[in-house]
């Protein structure tokens, strides 16, 4: 019979007795530091981020309107060489889903070589037709792309889903660091952990690379938040405070004359680069939503008129829209010309009578997904589901097929996680960011793993109760050593 | 800075200074009820409600006026858009808004302030009352203490100038009140209640110590009177109020060259205040002088957004 253990980041297929080869030092620590020491480092966590107000709201949830995410005390560690592999993955992908951007609102070759169904692109409610012919400055699309993934095994990583729009998160992956610093230095003494606090600068010259022409030498970029009703409210002013540039709402900003200001003090500043955290359908109700009181009146027509970078490019849904993502092997190929490095999940497109037919045979042992939901709603996991709800997600699918994709229920891996019972497996899954500037693409040697806390539980999204950790990515070898090196040198600088 | 930070920068500055205030005029009068007989108790506790304007709105509730009702309604009910809850709400509103412009130590102090009332919601005794407005106190210095060393920009003086304003009208409301507050029949003037209710007032404003510093002889109204108007060492006075107003105005025009209605309005009040002599001020009426002051203060605040474009 196949063991049908999941694969744990740190034991491998073995067991609390029989880590990884190269995480016995980590092992060791999780086996010696005592249970009710790690307990208390958690709680000392969680304290700092409910004072920090390091939390996100629950809409429709009045009494806990703001929570906290849980955190885990355990890191999740990639080893040098799986992180580069991981990264050179993760660059073709972004690469290739700026290419696909750039193609379809542009030429359309992918079309015209029938790569893809043009319907399924053209007539998918992700396809913005307000910025067809649009090339945003220096052609970036995807300047920001948070890309799920999970791991099945040792070599088996995959990605379940590209965030393209605007992805969150990357807060957390700063202030847990923060946190396992302050709280577990010793950890950083045994492991050489890649830093990740340089994502803010990198962020902001990443901004400013893509100002339009003209913006000057110091051009002036901003952060939009809907406001500080929003779940994401608190990253969105980390970014700003950590970049040191203005968090703005839509009414601070004010366009005239197809150029956009922001109303300080002082009268009228111009703003040349937006990291918008607000989706399309919000953004300028001349142009979408014409009832949204949150837009900024104009802003899409200073943006065509190639005066604003928008951060990312309106329209970029329709690069992560799960009925796209199917197709991403194909996307890849067609635009670096070389089998993808980082394979998607097997999918099945539901709009296809062949695939129709397996899904509805096979519900108990799938995923199913409406394409265009998120966050963990409308989606049926089969092996957990009721019988009542597998029924009423069969019936959805005869009336719909073309709203949903089903996948394998895979194994995803686990990491030792703390519960009241103590150590115990849990379901993690990744989140690296990827930026994309004017000179190319980079990848933070970091992420945001997000581990659902209920046993067996393959959801890890926070609305739905899943907490996060530290991702630790180990440098290697040789950069160690020029480290090592750097520092002497620096040092004897010092003494001369 | 955006016209929308400034303007919640200043209504932090206003709510924490308006939280702390309303902290120490419930912790007096818990005072000043335990030392007076009953019915002296009862008129404290509608004096405070009194002063922060809230006596209507107490009224409403049916609620009989007692150390425990008044108590409970002066700082956890969330109906009473004065209570302390509410004040620490809006502040925390407002920090959150302007997180960017804060430090870290500020928004977590005004953060901790506010996470006091998440715990504790249940009315207390005076003891547990006490308690309360102790830690709001020392919460709100806290976060006094961590705007003085945040960077010396716009963003601190706009959260002074809120401060200021807000400080001023609670001083001015505050001895109003008290002033005309009726001594129980039968009471002396000058006699045991009277007393309590001056040293009241000077607790409230934490200035018993500096009238023992700045005047030799005992406790006497019209001195009461004259340390809370005229003296500009003592913080909460409406002299030092509004030379703060000033100063701090001049600062942000010095630095962004923003100068107008503001600076002069504060300026001439200043020079008032400076021609200000109690005694005359007593003889004239002085629920006149600070009805005139109160107005003032409110027309400052209206320039000031001008001034700034507060959105």
Request: charged share 25%; proline share 5%; glycine share 8%.
């Given at each position: 019979?196949?063991?049908?253990?999941?694969?744990?980041?740190?034991?491998?297929?073995?067991?609390?007795?029989?880590?990884?080869?190269?995480?016995?030092?980590?092992?060791?620590?999780?086996?010696?530091?005592?249970?009710?020491?790690?307990?208390?480092?958690?709680?000392?966590?969680?304290?700092?981020?409910?004072?920090?107000?390091?939390?996100?709201?629950?809409?429709?949830?009045?009494?806990?309107?703001?929570?906290?995410?849980?955190?885990?005390?355990?890191?999740?560690?990639?080893?040098?060489?799986?992180?580069?592999?991981?990264?050179?993955?993760?660059?073709?992908?972004?690469?290739?889903?700026?290419?696909?951007?750039?193609?379809?609102?542009?030429?359309?070759?992918?079309?015209?070589?029938?790569?893809?169904?043009?319907?399924?692109?053209?007539?998918?409610?992700?396809?913005?037709?307000?910025?067809?012919?649009?090339?945003?400055?220096?052609?970036?699309?995807?300047?920001?792309?948070?890309?799920?993934?999970?791991?099945?095994?040792?070599?088996?990583?995959?990605?379940?889903?590209?965030?393209?729009?605007?992805?969150?998160?990357?807060?957390?992956?700063?202030?847990?660091?923060?946190?396992?610093?302050?709280?577990?230095?010793?950890?950083?003494?045994?492991?050489?952990?890649?830093?990740?606090?340089?994502?803010?600068?990198?962020?902001?010259?990443?901004?400013?690379?893509?100002?339009?022409?003209?913006?000057?030498?110091?051009?002036?970029?901003?952060?939009?938040?809907?406001?500080?009703?929003?779940?994401?409210?608190?990253?969105?002013?980390?970014?700003?405070?950590?970049?040191?540039?203005?968090?703005?709402?839509?009414?601070?900003?004010?366009?005239?004359?197809?150029?956009?200001?922001?109303?300080?003090?002082?009268?009228?500043?111009?703003?040349?680069?937006?990291?918008?955290?607000?989706?399309?359908?919000?953004?300028?109700?001349?142009?979408?939503?014409?009832?949204?009181?949150?837009?900024?009146?104009?802003?899409?027509?200073?943006?065509?008129?190639?005066?604003?970078?928008?951060?990312?490019?309106?329209?970029?849904?329709?690069?992560?829209?799960?009925?796209?993502?199917?197709?991403?092997?194909?996307?890849?190929?067609?635009?670096?010309?070389?089998?993808?490095?980082?394979?998607?999940?097997?999918?099945?497109?539901?709009?296809?009578?062949?695939?129709?037919?397996?899904?509805?045979?096979?519900?108990?042992?799938?995923?199913?997904?409406?394409?265009?939901?998120?966050?963990?709603?409308?989606?049926?996991?089969?092996?957990?589901?009721?019988?009542?709800?597998?029924?009423?997600?069969?019936?959805?699918?005869?009336?719909?097929?073309?709203?949903?994709?089903?996948?394998?229920?895979?194994?995803?891996?686990?990491?030792?996680?703390?519960?009241?019972?103590?150590?115990?497996?849990?379901?993690?899954?990744?989140?690296?960011?990827?930026?994309?500037?004017?000179?190319?693409?980079?990848?933070?040697?970091?992420?945001?793993?997000?581990?659902?806390?209920?046993?067996?539980?393959?959801?890890?999204?926070?609305?739905?109760?899943?907490?996060?950790?530290?991702?630790?990515?180990?440098?290697?070898?040789?950069?160690?050593?020029?480290?090592?090196?750097?520092?002497?040198?620096?040092?004897?600088?010092?003494?001369? | 800075?955006?016209?929308?930070?400034?303007?919640?920068?200043?209504?932090?500055?206003?709510?924490?200074?308006?939280?702390?205030?309303?902290?120490?005029?419930?912790?007096?009068?818990?005072?000043?009820?335990?030392?007076?007989?009953?019915?002296?108790?009862?008129?404290?506790?509608?004096?405070?409600?009194?002063?922060?304007?809230?006596?209507?709105?107490?009224?409403?509730?049916?609620?009989?006026?007692?150390?425990?009702?008044?108590?409970?309604?002066?700082?956890?009910?969330?109906?009473?858009?004065?209570?302390?809850v509410r004040c620490l709400d809006m502040a925390r509103n407002n920090a959150r808004a302007v997180r960017t412009a804060l430090t870290r130590e500020a928004w977590t102090a005004i953060n901790r302030a506010w996470l006091l009332f998440n715990s504790q919601l249940r009315p207390g005794n005076a003891m547990a009352t006490l308690n309360l407005v102790e830690a709001v106190k020392a919460e709100t210095r806290g976060f006094e203490g961590a705007v003085l060393r945040m960077m010396r920009n716009e963003a601190v003086w706009l959260i002074r100038l809120g401060a200021a304003i807000e400080r001023a009208d609670n001083t001015a409301r505050l001895v109003d009140v008290k002033y005309h507050l009726l001594l129980p029949e039968g009471e002396p003037v000058g006699g045991i209640v009277d007393r309590d209710q001056w040293t009241t007032i000077l607790q409230t404003v934490s200035a018993v110590t500096a009238y023992r510093w700045l005047y030799a002889e005992g406790l006497k109204p019209n001195l009461v009177i004259d340390l809370l108007l005229t003296r500009p060492e003592l913080p909460r006075s409406l002299a030092a109020c509004v030379e703060e107003t000033v100063e701090v105005l001049s600062l942000v025009g010095k630095r962004t060259g923003l100068q107008g209605e503001a600076?002069?309005?504060?300026?001439?009040?200043?020079?008032?205040?400076?021609?200000?002599?109690?005694?005359?001020?007593?003889?004239?009426?002085?629920?006149?002088?600070?009805?005139?002051?109160?107005?003032?203060?409110?027309?400052?605040?209206?320039?000031?957004?001008?001034?700034?474009?507060?959105?």
């Amino acid at each position: 019979m196949e063991d049908n253990r999941a694969f744990d980041e740190i034991w491998g297929k073995g067991g609390p007795q029989a880590p990884r080869p190269e995480f016995a030092a980590l092992a060791a620590w999780i086996n010696e530091t005592p249970r009710e020491e790690l307990q208390r480092r958690t709680e000392a966590a969680e304290n700092t981020f409910r004072q920090l107000g390091i939390t996100f709201a629950v809409y429709g949830d009045r009494d806990a309107s703001e929570r906290i995410i849980p955190f885990d005390i355990v890191p999740r560690v990639f080893l040098a060489d799986e992180w580069a592999r991981l990264s050179q993955g993760l660059i073709q992908r972004v690469e290739a889903i700026n290419a696909f951007l750039d193609d379809i609102y542009g030429e359309r070759r992918i079309l015209a070589e029938g790569v893809l169904p043009a319907e399924l692109v053209l007539g998918n409610a992700q396809f913005r037709h307000e910025v067809v012919g649009i090339r945003p400055p220096h052609g970036v699309f995807a300047h920001i792309c948070g890309i799920d993934l999970v791991r099945t095994g040792p070599d088996e990583f995959y990605v379940l889903e590209d965030n393209a729009r605007t992805p969150s998160g990357v807060s957390y992956m700063l202030e847990n660091r923060e946190a396992m610093i302050r709280l577990c230095p010793e950890l950083f003494r045994s492991f050489r952990v890649a830093a990740v606090d340089s994502y803010p600068d990198r962020l902001h010259e990443t901004m400013r690379s893509v100002a339009p022409e003209g913006s000057g030498l110091r051009p002036v970029c901003v952060v939009l938040t809907p406001g500080h009703f929003n779940s994401a409210y608190y990253e969105h002013s980390f970014l700003a405070d950590s970049m040191g540039i203005e968090l703005v709402e839509p009414a601070d900003l004010v366009v005239d004359d197809d150029v956009v200001w922001m109303q300080t003090i002082a009268g009228r500043v111009k703003v040349d680069v937006i990291y918008r955290r607000i989706d399309d359908d919000y953004l300028d109700p001349l142009v979408f939503r014409p009832d949204s009181m949150l837009g900024v009146p104009g802003l899409m027509a200073a943006y065509r008129a190639g005066n604003v970078t928008l951060i990312n490019a309106p329209g970029n849904g329709i690069a992560d829209d799960k009925a796209i993502y199917s197709y991403m092997p194909e996307i890849v190929r067609f635009y670096s010309g070389g089998e993808a490095k980082l394979p998607n999940v097997e999918t099945y497109r539901c709009r296809e009578p062949q695939a129709l037919k397996y899904v509805l045979e096979r519900l108990p042992e799938l995923v199913v997904k409406l394409v265009d939901g998120s966050g963990g709603y409308g989606m049926l996991v089969g092996p957990t589901a009721t019988k009542a709800e597998i029924e009423a997600f069969r019936a959805a699918l005869i009336a719909e097929p073309h709203r949903y994709i089903a996948q394998p229920t895979l194994a995803l891996s686990t990491v030792p996680t703390m519960t009241e019972a103590g150590l115990a497996p849990r379901h993690v899954d990744f989140r690296p960011f990827v930026l994309t500037g004017r000179d190319g693409v980079q990848v933070v040697p970091g992420g945001l793993t997000r581990v659902a806390l209920r046993e067996g539980s393959l959801v890890v999204n926070s609305s739905q109760g899943g907490g996060t950790k530290d991702s630790f990515v180990l440098m290697p070898e040789e950069r160690r050593q020029m480290q090592a090196m750097g520092g002497m040198l620096q040092r004897q600088e010092l003494g001369s | 800075m955006l016209s929308r930070t400034a303007s919640s920068l200043y209504w932090l500055g206003r709510y924490v200074e308006r939280a702390d205030f309303v902290a120490r005029l419930v912790e007096a009068t818990v005072r000043l009820d335990a030392l007076s007989p009953t019915p002296a108790g009862e008129a404290a506790w509608e004096s405070a409600l009194r002063v922060t304007d809230s006596d209507a709105l107490y009224a409403d509730t049916g609620a009989p006026i007692d150390q425990a009702n008044v108590a409970r309604f002066l700082t956890i009910d969330s109906e009473n858009a004065g209570s302390l809850v509410r004040c620490l709400d809006m502040a925390r509103n407002n920090a959150r808004a302007v997180r960017t412009a804060l430090t870290r130590e500020a928004w977590t102090a005004i953060n901790r302030a506010w996470l006091l009332f998440n715990s504790q919601l249940r009315p207390g005794n005076a003891m547990a009352t006490l308690n309360l407005v102790e830690a709001v106190k020392a919460e709100t210095r806290g976060f006094e203490g961590a705007v003085l060393r945040m960077m010396r920009n716009e963003a601190v003086w706009l959260i002074r100038l809120g401060a200021a304003i807000e400080r001023a009208d609670n001083t001015a409301r505050l001895v109003d009140v008290k002033y005309h507050l009726l001594l129980p029949e039968g009471e002396p003037v000058g006699g045991i209640v009277d007393r309590d209710q001056w040293t009241t007032i000077l607790q409230t404003v934490s200035a018993v110590t500096a009238y023992r510093w700045l005047y030799a002889e005992g406790l006497k109204p019209n001195l009461v009177i004259d340390l809370l108007l005229t003296r500009p060492e003592l913080p909460r006075s409406l002299a030092a109020c509004v030379e703060e107003t000033v100063e701090v105005l001049s600062l942000v025009g010095k630095r962004t060259g923003l100068q107008g209605e503001a600076d002069r309005l504060a300026r001439n009040r200043m020079a008032k205040l400076h021609r200000t002599r109690t005694h005359e001020v007593i003889v004239r009426g002085l629920h006149e002088y600070l009805d005139e002051f109160i107005a003032e203060n409110a027309a400052l605040d209206a320039a000031i957004a001008r001034q700034f474009r507060f959105i």
